[in-house]
C-alpha cells in the first residue's frame, strides 16, 4: 500500500501510481475521513494499516523527526509544491532499487529523495546512509 500525504491530492498522482503499482494507492485522509490529520498522528494512522509506504513532499516535518518503525516506511522527496508531479516517475525508480524493492526492504525505513542522492535511516540503524541519485 502506498498512502500519499495530504498536500498531494487533486493533482492525479494516485491514478498515474496505480497505473504501475499493484497494490492499493490511497491518500492519508482516506485512513481517518472527515478529520484533520496533523503531522504527528501520521505515524500511529500508519501502523494501523499493513506494510505502507507514506509518501510526502514535507520533508521538514519527517525526516529526521520521525522514528522508524518495522510497520511502515515513509519517503520525504525534496521537491517543491510546483514539481509534486514528478514524484510517480522518482517513486518508481527508487521501488525498482534493490534496498527498496520489496515491502520487506522498506519497513523499519524514512527516506528522503533529492535531486542528487537519497538517504536513509532505519529502525536498527539511525546512522544517516546515502547512495547515489535514482536514475529516473
Known sequence: MIVLDEQ???R???RDIAQWYR?????????RPHTII????????????SQPTFVTINDRDFWRKVAPDQRYCIVCFVLSDARARE???ALR????RPEFRTKAHRMGKV????NNDMSYYTLTDRQV????????
Open 8 to 10: 498531494l491530492l487533486g
Open 12 to 14: 492525479g498522482l494516485e
Open 23 to 31: 497494490g492499493t494507492v490511497q491518500f492519508i485522509t482516506d485512513l
Open 38 to 49: 496533523k503531522d504527528e498522528a501520521i505515524p500511529a494512522l500508519l501502523r494501523q494499516q
Open 87 to 89: 514524484i510517480p516517475p
Open 93 to 96: 525508480a527508487l521501488l525498482r
Open 111 to 114: 527516506i528522503r529523495v533529492t
Open 129 to 136: 546512509r546515502t547512495i547515489p541519485s535514482i536514475a529516473r
